[in-house]
């Protein structure tokens, strides 16, 4: 079913707004067991030629189709705005965010996304409400994981009919390895492997230019690149004194990659809480030193990938 | 949080899934108050409240053995009241036990739906039971308390006015379609499995009288059937609906005999013949009531015996209606067999010896049949014999006892002692039991017959004319036959019985009440294969039968799904604005007769500058106004209902003069 949907919707572009050949809709177990029940109501009121019972039994048939009308309606028009995997440590909860539209006044609640067959879960939109919804996940392993399908699915209003739709939109999880270990960071002695430090002790040390961030000090930009119509440069300098620090993989002593992988990462959390420059080698790679969250997250996130293979999900 | 703080303010707070689930159980319960015996409604009562409470309060509940134990203790309770488990009240009581016992265990929300699920059983077991008009307000409330409680599981978070009206809105939707289902979706003639729900007998006549009996039905205010009359009504006086026939007698009981086997005599019409349609209610008893004397058999399901019972070949346990054709005077055109006139002289040895004596007696100074048939009748117009409903108890010569010592009785004992004085004298007699009258409701165009009609008389064999109708109690209470018991016997009934009767608007009322009931029972209980083809010949289709019926429901089902998708393309109106806005809207369309309209964009503090620009004069009025506005709207307190009031006095004393006043130097 997932494969023969896949070749029919193929990938998806967001925004996507769920129209109607998009849309699944089937009972659910309750469903299943209310059709059965309105059923041998029907063999019964027939039976005893019971005008009264033969009514009941059509107005809980009708019930139901109106209650798959609602259903359907209830995810028709819905608007799936982006959709985002932050990344996080090994063995702590991790999440999908799918960043919900409903463009019309009409209510919307009870809507659920879900991986696979993992626990819902779920949000209600009020009208004309744009609401993340938080997909919360299990507690992973380190590595790359590969999202190649969400399901966004509801049952309300009465849980007999369960309409659903599946998103295919590339979307990768990272997942670091959870900080561990506690042997000292490296100091200046990981120094030598590093780009030439410039200038002299006691001056701030010429780094290079990086491009603009929100909060860099404007005395810090490059005006005059800026007025050659270039991008808004940053000059960046290195504090005079402040240490420069390169983790090295394979300098560690622990035999155990994982353990190797977890020093590392605490090392990294580390040294970017304390404001300082770091780089990392790992066997065949290497990052140059650097600061801020991106690249701490570039850093986490080779650690996170090291020796492994995307995980595609669901397998 | 918004969401919690908008439900409360409200006012209404979601209830627990386990306790919608127990209180659509609970309504299914109720409808069965009065046929389940009242222990296992208090049973059912008793878990729900246990269940609830340990919820609440967390007690103990039972493990698994106890519950087991109590599911086997209840269906043998039911087993060894009901001696089934199959009829339709031993079923109701042990799904009823059943479900309420599952409430102790219900943890998950598919024991809910399960719970749910017996409530919709429930309620089916209510229309197969009684399809009364009156009870239908309480079954659509059952529906719909069943419904409200499956969104209420499937969404938590649902305040109970919420999934009501959900629940409401559906059914609503759904009603036309189950209207069109119910009219087109073809019925079967006849029934797949025997009907297991003849428990007992409800109400009516039986096939054994024992003087006495007749008393107990006529406390019963219940129709029994209605009529509707082809030609002109009959007088009263002519209203004898047969029933059972009694043949044999022990002293003390009259039976119904065995004689599939004898023929039955023809007859002569001699007067008018009379068409009608009855509407028999269910009585779960095998026979059907026609005007003394049927014609002919009304059904092929239905034998009109030799001594002209219409007799059905399975109890009446749904509302059925047939139409009858009777001649009201007849001439026997047979001579009574042997076997016939052995049956009907018969009387057991050695009972009622002063019967007997009297009987020699009388026929001794009449003369002849003729003239002791008459001459019996006199004798009990005579002898100071009073009409009463609660007789002495007779012993075991009853007839004796009536005719020596109390000399007060009812038509059955009148007529029981009518037949025997004559099969005494050696007149082929026997006790004929039914209705007699009835009710004209002028407002439905019917005769209603009820069991307190009930009646019983004599037929004698008079050579050369047949089979005769005697009615001894015509001789002692000749009003019986042009009033209803009720004048005769005011004591029969309840006082607030006697005050609906007494009083001519309120029994018109309940003629108006019954007149909507006879619609109620001939088009919506005893709509059938029949009227569905009816229905279609006079939609126009020529010769209807099942394939017309087929496209039609398909039509239907159309019809109805391009409705819902038409339906489903609209968007639920905007809400009504609330008091507050509807202040700001007049503040703005007062302040557009001065300045410039409130472009869409403006808010309510850019729309006072607008205003101020234009009308400088004003700035400090509107601008405190809107600033208001903009506080009560958009505050962290919101708008009191006192708050919005005020605002809207304020926007309507606020002085807006045409014209800026001249600046002043």
Redesign the interface.
Known sequence: MAVWVRARQGEDALPVRLERRRLYILPTRGGVAFGALVFAMLIAGLNYANSLALFLTFLLAAFALVAMQLCHRNLLGLTVHSLAAPAVFAQRPASVMVSLENPQALPRPQLGAALDTLTESRIDLTAHERRTLVLALPPLARGLYRIGRLRLAGTHPFGLFRAWTWLHHPLELIVYPAPAGSLPMPGASGRQPGPHPRGGAGVDEWLGLRPFRDGDSPRQVDWKAYAREAPLLVKEYQPAGSDLRLFDFSQLPMKDTEARLAQLARWIVDAEAQGERYGLMLPGEQIAPDRGPEHRHRCLARLAQFGGTPVPWPR | MA?VKSRSASGALPLPPLAWACAAFGGGVLLHLERVPPWASLACAALIAWRLRAAQRGLWLPGALIRTLLALAMAVVVLARFHTLNGLTAGTTLLLLMAALKLLETRT??DE?VLI?AG??L??AA??DR?ELAR?PL?ALE?WLC?AA??A???P??GVRAALG??GR??A???????L??LF?P??PG???A?P?GDTALTGLSDTMSPGKIAQLVADYEPAFRVQFDGPRPSGEALYWRGPVLHEFDGETWRRAEGSYKLRARVANTGAEVRYRVALEPTRRHYWFALDLPAQSPSPRVALTYDYQLIASEPV??PVSYEALSYPSTRTLDPLSTAGRREDTHLPAGTNPRTRQLAKELYARAGGDAAYVSAVLGYLREGGFAYSLEPEPLGHDSIDELLFRTRTGFCGHYASAYATLMRAAGIPAHVVTGYLGGEWNPIGGFLIVRQSDAHAWAEVWLEGRGWVRVDPTAVIAPERLRRGILDLLPGAFSASERLLHGSAWLSGLLQRWEAVNAWWSDH?????YGSQLDLLSRLGVRSPDARHLGWAFTAALLL?LAF?AW??GR??R?RPPDMLARAYLLLCRRLARIAPPRAPYQGPLEYAETVAAHRPDLRAPVAALCERYAQLRYGPAGASRAQAAAFARAVRRLHLPRRAPPRAA
Do not use: H, K, N
């Open positions: 969401a929300t598919r739906l699920g919709f059983c309620l089916l229309c197969l399809e239908t079954y529906a419904c499956l969104a599981v499937a969404t978070t649902l959900l629940a559906t059914l939707l759904a009603a036309p379609l189950a209207l289902l119910f979706f019925r079967l029934s797949f499995w009907i729900r346990t749904e919506v209980v005893r709509f059938d109805w819902m339906q489903a968007l639920p905007p």
